[in-house]
């Protein structure tokens, strides 16, 4: 397949994201391989590690407020860039995006270092891919961290959502900095020039554009059982903490949504309420980070 790899020079100097890059390579499933970024920060040995997914169309970036806090605390944390976004490869045909690609994907991450004790941290498509890894692998994963996300089975979620994917299919060269920006009041034009700096040009937007596409809220889509068997999983053989943090402003997967989920995830407490907070609730991080460590009591 044609791929992209942002230059560096993007990522030079960018604001409130000090962590040094890793890569490895992954089988891409069909006799290549990719390139995978991801942010680890903190002891390799500590007793958790914090495994944190973003969505569309941001990247590790959303979690800056996040990690500092977990490491503070004495944990690890792990940031992947999603295929398609952050400083992590791109393919280029839209065609190549598709829910079990990614799934793959982030299940031979996680088997190539091994990772355990892990707390999954999932946000939109962080929770709608991260969601359906633990049936999997639940030897894995000891603790969960939820905000704005979904485990759609083939329904619509809602007026917001439609609204969404039928705006960013009109945007074939999405403007991510101006949506950050106006999505997030307060952000700062180096931050929102951050959330943009992986994508240099239309040819490396691909994976923009086909996630909301991905979406199962219609019958017959990829990726429709396997958030079935989550959903029957979370509501019968999940034993472990949860954390659940709302950002209350969000139109797309808000507060409605929210509170289905929770009626899902056995043993979730009431969320956190983030009242400011809209979509991108991770740049209340800081915040809900110190919330979920208090609750986990770690």
């Known amino acids: 397949m044609e791929v992209l790899r942002t230059p560096e020079a993007r ?3 960018l604001t409130d994201y000090p962590f040094a890059p890793h890569y490895v390579m992954l089988a891409d499933g069909e006799g290549g391989s990719l390139r995978m970024h991801y942010v680890d920060e903190g002891p390799r040995d500590a007793a958790h590690t914090w495994l944190c997914l973003h969505g569309q169309p941001t990247w ?3 979690y800056r407020h996040m990690i500092p806090v977990f ?3 004495g944990h690890r944390v792990i940031a992947p860039d999603l295929i398609g976004f952050g400083k992590s490869d791109k393919p280029v045909e839209d065609s ?3 829910f079990h690609f990614h799934r793959d994907l982030l299940m031979r991450f996680i088997e190539a270092f091994d990772l355990r004790g892990l707390t999954l941290v999932c946000q ?4 709608i891919l991260g969601l359906t890894l633990p049936p999997d692998m639940p030897d894995r994963f000891d603790r969960l961290v939820v905000m704005n996300t979904a485990l759609p089975v083939g329904q619509t979620l809602g007026e917001g959502f439609d609204a969404w994917r039928a705006f960013n299919r009109s945007q074939p060269d999405l403007d991510i900095a101006g949506l950050m920006t106006r999505a997030v009041p307060g ?6 020039a951050a959330y943009a700096a992986p994508f240099p040009a239309a040819s490396y937007k691909a994976g923009v554009r086909r996630f909301p596409e991905l979406v199962m809220t219609d019958p017959g889509m990829d990726g429709i059982e396997t958030s079935r068997r989550a959903r ?3 509501a019968e053989r999940w034993h472990g903490p949860t954390f659940m943090a709302v950002g209350m402003q969000d139109p797309v997967l808000g507060a409605p949504l929210m509170a289905q989920l929770r009626e899902t995830l056995q043993g979730c407490p009431p969320p956190l309420e983030v009242e400011e907070a809209g979509h991108f609730v991770q740049e209340a991080g800081a915040r ?3 919330a979920a460590l208090a609750a986990f009591d770690t």
């Open 187 to 192: 952000l700062t034009a180096p931050e929102a």
């Open 124 to 127: 939109d498509w962080g929770g």
């Open 71 to 73: 490491t503070a605390a």
């Open 232 to 234: 029957t999983w979370w």
């Open 11 to 13: 990522f030079e100097g």
């Open 96 to 98: 190549r995006y598709s």
């Open 60 to 62: 590790s970036y959303l």
């Open 288 to 290: 809900i980070a110190r």
